[in-house]
């Protein structure tokens, strides 16, 4: 199960947005990604500082967050 704790909400990080730890990628912009289509491997790729288990801990926040 994904958990939480990779996820971060930080007012003087991007505004605040939820975040994953570490790093100034939102969960928005992962989610928007996939949305748009992007696999999981291309997502890695890209943002070579993600992890699978940010990528699985960002669609279980948005779940929870919905």
Do not use: C, W
Not at 23 to 47: D, F, M, N, Q
Request: charged share 25%; hydrophobic share 40%; no cysteine.
């Amino acid at each position: 199960m994904p958990t939480l704790d990779r996820v971060e909400i930080n007012p003087k990080v991007m505004l605040g947005k939820s975040i994953i730890r570490g790093t100034r990628i939102t969960v928005e912009l992962i989610l928007r990604k996939l949305g748009e289509g992007a696999s999981h491997p291309e997502l890695l790729e890209a943002y070579p500082n993600l992890t699978e288990s940010d990528v699985q801990a960002a669609i279980f926040f948005g779940v929870q967050a919905s």
